[in-house]
């Protein structure tokens, strides 16, 4: 029976022997495995915060960008205000000229717009404004251009701040202080901006 207790001790500690060396190799292998999980996370966590500080400069750029682009766009509402703001104020002047300079533009326009036959409409504060003697002014003033002087003052008045419209039968041609203005708009602007801007 020795013998089988030695075959069985030896067994035994073969079977230790085994299982040491297994657990030994076991364990540096989990070592390793850890260790590789380690540098893998490190790596990932190095990626994703550099893709983050990417993403954060790219969005920061963006913001930038579109904070940029607001900031013009509203300057360039302000300017658009003052440009309009100083187009109604060209008007408002035009408008509150004394009564004979007024008259005597409205002649000169008149004169230089009228073909000779037509009626000149007002608004109703200039019809109230001007002298009795302004049609007969214009027809002068269109005698000495050599035109026939025939204009007649319209019953009725348009609502407009200030100028006329010539009406020729069921054309109206409108030299109101709007209008023009409106007309000449793109060529006065660029001359606007020019003053007030640079």
Do not use: W
Request: hydrophobic residues 45%; proline residues 2%.
């Amino acid at each position: 029976m020795a013998g089988a207790d030695n075959l069985r001790n030896k067994i035994l500690s073969d079977a230790r022997a085994t299982a040491d060396t297994n657990i030994t190799q076991a364990r540096r292998e989990a070592e390793n495995i850890v260790l590789k999980a380690r540098e893998e996370a490190q790596t990932l966590h190095g990626s994703l915060v550099a893709r983050a500080e990417r993403d954060a400069s790219e969005r920061e750029k963006r913001l930038i960008s579109v904070a940029e682009l607001e900031g013009r766009k509203d300057r360039l509402a302000v300017k658009q205000r003052l440009i309009e703001s100083l187009f109604e104020r060209a008007i408002q002047i035009l408008c509150e000229k004394p009564d004979d300079e007024y008259e005597a533009m409205l002649v000169d326009m008149i004169a230089g717009a009228a073909s000779g036959g037509e009626e000149v409409v007002l608004s109703g504060g200039d019809r109230a404004r001007l002298s009795d003697g302004f049609i007969r002014a214009a027809n002068a003033a269109l005698a000495a251009k050599g035109k026939p002087g025939k204009l007649t003052l319209a019953g009725d008045a348009k609502p407009i701040k200030g100028g006329f419209v010539l009406r020729s039968g069921l054309v109206e041609v409108n030299n109101s202080f709007e209008a023009i203005v409106k007309m000449q708009k793109d060529n006065l602007e660029s001359l606007a901006v020019k003053m007030l801007f640079n």
